[in-house]
């Protein structure tokens, strides 16, 4: 089973409500079997799910994409490489190529459609991707190199691993861009974690058309559910969106979740919030993992 938690804006308590899902969830097998969660942290501009899961990372590998290379010596400047680039890579100027490179998609197009066969593919590194465990927890997550522009390539990379478990967490990036809908392919389940302020209501409404339009079951947590106002629950009745779980804001979370502690180890009541939560989840998907 792989479930995603995705939130529409950053600071809504995403990863607070992903690493104690699957703490919670590891516990349960703990000694069943080895290695039977996994989680997965996508956010790889800002990853910071080992905060609180603190993995040891057994291995590192960098993460390649495709450029071209141009061998100006064959190269007659036709500009047919520039004409069938989609991203505007590449300018072709009088004896002259100037290559884009963060805009680069990895395409192939130019190499393709080169009449002189001038160019090659070469590899860049844009990102790395870390594995490790925490206890009996398997752990991976990407890293964007700084100033790349493009991180689904770094997004897939980490996903690779999703397979490897019964369970798995994928700790979506905010919003509902390219990195949002390379993070959420190929899932079961969705957790959409939000807040009770408008911004959290426009930004969960923009998520939702997205699963809808994705075809991805998806239920809300309510973080903070005791700030802001009503209108995020009035919109979910609306919309008959189920709510699983509501987070009040408290003072004994927020000091456990600053010192980078498991809510689900040390307060009691959240242990069985979760615990709740993830026994609605099996049973909206009706399975038993």
């Not at 040891?56 to 007659?76: G, N, R």
């Not at 339009?213 to 973080?223: E, G, H, R």
Request: with cysteine; hydrophobic share 40%; proline share 6%.
């Amino acid at each position: 089973m792989k479930i995603a938690v995705a939130s529409g804006k950053g600071g809504t308590g995403k990863t607070t409500v992903s690493t104690n899902l699957a703490k919670l969830i590891e516990k349960e097998y703990e000694k069943k079997e080895d290695h039977r969660v996994w989680f997965l942290d996508c956010d790889v501009e800002e990853p910071n799910a080992h905060l609180f899961l603190k993995p040891s990372f057994t291995a590192s590998k960098p993460v390649l994409v495709k450029v071209p290379q141009i061998d100006l010596e064959k190269c007659d400047y036709c500009a047919r490489c520039s004409e069938v680039c989609a991203f505007n890579a590449l300018a072709v100027l009088k004896e002259k190529i100037i290559f884009f490179e963060h805009m680069c998609h990895s395409c192939g197009s130019c190499t393709y459609f080169c009449p002189q066969e001038a160019i090659k593919e070469v590899s860049r590194e844009v990102g790395v991707v870390q594995e490790g465990f925490c206890d009996d927890m398997g752990f991976a997550h990407g890293i964007l190199n700084v100033g790349e522009a493009i991180s689904p390539p770094v997004i897939d990379e980490v996903k690779s691993y999703q397979d490897w478990a019964r369970v798995t967490i994928i700790d979506v990036p905010p919003g509902t861009s390219c990195p949002v809908i390379a993070a959420l392919k190929d899932i079961d389940f969705c957790l959409l974690v939000t807040e009770p302020t408008p911004f959290g209501l426009n930004d969960m409404g923009l998520l939702v058309d997205l699963l809808r339009s994705l075809n991805i079951p998806f239920a809300v947590v309510i973080n903070r559910s005791d700030l802001g106002n009503e209108k995020v629950e009035m919109f979910c009745r609306e919309e008959k969106i189920p709510v699983f779980l509501k987070i009040p804001f408290d003072k004994e979370i927020a000091r456990i979740s600053a010192e980078g502690g498991s809510l689900v180890e040390e307060v009691p009541w959240v242990r069985d919030s979760f615990s709740d939560l993830w026994s609605k989840i099996k049973e909206m998907l009706g399975l038993w993992v």
